[in-house]
């Protein structure tokens, strides 16, 4: 009979034991800051305590008569130990504990207002973890970014449970009241994310609102999981803002889709809107063979980029009458756009760069897809449209303000393009 044993192999216990990078790296500061960080968590929960019972630890407490003030009545009963993971790394501490009188002739237990009841990590640790995570690192790679700091304390699980603290500050943004925003323009888009619903992977929309305040700086009001950019969804976005005290734009920049355009309609029937020069650049692409996408984008650059009104209109009408002879559907894609692909000429000179495309829109759909990147699939909608508020929230992405802010003042002018062909 053949006998079967089940002795580890050496050469996996070998690798198990074996030295590894950082593991003799040794900094005193380290060590020593560490090793007194138990005994001031303790000195300062005691000092509450204290404090609160207005005596010392084998104090006799003050009568009523005293010239001090006397304590809340109660008695000390001993400590219990407790494990706090901070950015000092994980330690054990001997927490007092107490019991009070109550106005009824009862007694409760005191709780430190330092320490919390299940606290088990600082802000500042939750706060790390949290930042690790948006940086990039998924849930499961969070312990071996942060082993060395944390002992190994960390794992996925306390990555998704410091998350979800998140979750009020998202909620009360959702809420806030945007009645004092001082918003002259508006720039909105969307992008497409994988979720997952039901247990499966699902394409969804992120509908993005950016403002644009007075002194010209971009600020986030909206983003939200519609599922799609059908005219429905995007009108529930508005109102939501306008029922929070939006303000009326003064200009509006937008990628092109027809449900949005439909929404605007709408609501802001009569705003100037720029429809998205780079969107359409790709649309005419679109309607060509690849052995014309060279010439097209050489004639819309100089086209969309010229230095005056007079320039782009004489441009347009050679632009129209060029690709009428040689692609039809190329002018044909031009002229569906109208005089919406040159509202930007309508401003002053300096903000025809900002004002041409949706690009500060696109630069945040980048950082979020790198972000998201080592996820593949996040596990919710309300995941994903929250981690990109958490992105601009938390500061990893620093919005400028739009060039030409300073004369945002100036009010748009009538349409300076001849569209006639």
Not at 225 to 248: C, K, P
Not at 293 to 305: F, K, S, V
Not at 369 to 393: H, N, Y
Request: hydrophobic share 40%.
């Amino acid at each position: 009979m053949t006998s079967v044993t089940t002795k580890p192999d050496s050469l996996q216990l070998d690798a198990e034991t074996a030295p590894q990078l950082f593991d003799d790296w040794f900094d005193p500061i380290e060590t020593e800051v560490r090793g007194r960080a138990r005994q001031f968590i303790e000195e300062l929960i005691r000092g509450e305590l204290d404090a609160v019972l207005a005596r010392p630890r084998y104090g006799r407490s003050k009568t009523a008569g005293d010239e001090e003030r006397a304590g809340v009545a109660g008695h000390r009963h001993g400590s219990r130990t407790r494990s706090l993971t901070g950015t000092f790394g994980p330690i054990e501490i001997a927490v007092p504990r107490a019991r009070l009188e109550t106005p009824e002739g009862r007694t409760t237990e005191w709780h430190s207002s330092a320490l919390r009841a299940y606290q088990r990590r600082t802000l500042a640790a939750d706060a790390l973890i949290a930042s690790c995570y948006l940086a990039g690192t998924n849930t499961r790679r969070v312990r071996r970014a942060l082993g060395a700091l944390f002992g190994g304390a960390i794992g996925k699980d306390t990555v998704s449970r410091t998350w979800r603290k998140v979750k009020t500050d998202w909620e009360a943004w959702n809420a806030r009241s945007l009645a004092d925003e001082p918003i002259v323009r508006l720039i909105l888009d969307g992008t497409v994310v994988r979720v997952r619903l039901d247990r499966k992977a699902t394409s969804i929309s992120l509908l993005v609102v950016l403002g644009v305040r007075t002194d010209g700086q971009k600020v986030l009001l909206a983003i939200e999981s519609m599922g799609g950019e059908s005219a429905e969804a995007w009108r529930t976005v508005l109102d939501d803002l306008i029922r929070r005290g939006l303000r009326r734009p003064e200009f509006l920049i937008v990628d092109g889709g027809s449900g949005l355009d439909k929404a605007i309609a709408a609501i802001w029937d009569g705003v100037p809107v720029q429809r998205c020069t780079v969107h359409k650049h790709r649309n005419l692409l679109a309607h060509a063979p690849e052995r014309l996408h060279e010439e097209i984008t050489a004639d819309y650059n100089d086209m969309i980029y010229a230095a005056t009104c007079e320039e782009i209109s004489a441009r347009r009408k050679a632009f129209l009458r060029k690709w009428r002879l040689k692609h039809r559907a190329v002018a044909d894609s031009l002229e569906e756009a109208g005089d919406r692909l040159f509202s930007f000429a309508r401003l002053p000179l300096n903000q025809w760069r900002s004002a041409r495309t949706t690009n500060a829109i696109e630069r945040l759909h980048e950082e979020f897809k790198r972000r998201i990147k080592t996820q593949t699939v996040l596990p919710s909608a309300e995941t994903a449209a929250m981690l990109f508020w958490a992105l601009l929230a938390s500061g990893q992405i620093n919005m400028r303000k739009v060039d030409g802010w300073q004369t945002l003042a100036t009010t748009p002018i009538a349409q300076p393009i001849d569209l006639a062909a």
